[in-house]
């Protein structure tokens, strides 16, 4: 049912030495991430000498799962997992509405690409940073609701 489509999907984004003979061969590739969490900080605006300004906040996702011999029956422990994200909004339109509507406790979704970086700290020790840049924010509430 879906493998032609999949496969014309595919298609565009591999090329085959076969079917270019003798040329260069040409590969479009894909670096997208969709998160959906919730933020952890309110963000901060900072701009480098030269350089547009970012806004800089963090996403927690949670991965849950049960673990025992009854997984199957809704038995056994659920287990969790917190990964924290960076996210960094570049887009001058988008910086802005982050910065200004991002609040700690916001349940948002996030599309943007990996970004790997260097950086050296206050100690001059040479540090590695992964980063979501952000293209895309959906906001789906303002912040957690707390139970009565």
Do not use: C
């Not at 591999?14 to 933020?39: D, P």
């Not at 200004?100 to 540090?127: A, L, P, T």
Request: without cysteine.
């Amino acid at each position: 049912m879906f493998r032609r489509p999949v496969m014309q999907v595919l298609h565009q984004f591999v090329r085959h030495e076969s079917e270019i003979a003798g040329s260069l061969v040409l590969e479009r590739s894909l670096n997208r991430v969709q998160l959906l969490g919730r933020v952890g900080q309110d963000p901060v605006m900072r701009q480098v000498e030269g350089k547009n300004p970012v806004t800089i906040f963090s996403l927690a996702t949670n991965e849950m799962w049960r673990s025992g011999e009854n997984e199957t029956h809704q038995m056994g422990d659920v287990s969790q997992k917190t990964t924290w994200h960076r996210i960094s909004v570049f887009r001058p339109g988008l910086r802005d509405v982050a910065y200004q509507y991002v609040k700690k406790g916001s349940r948002i979704y996030v599309e943007g690409k990996v970004d790997y970086g260097e950086y050296m700290d206050k100690n001059n020790v040479r540090r590695q940073a992964t980063t979501i840049i952000a293209d895309n924010i959906i906001f789906l509430s303002d912040q957690t609701k707390e139970k009565a």
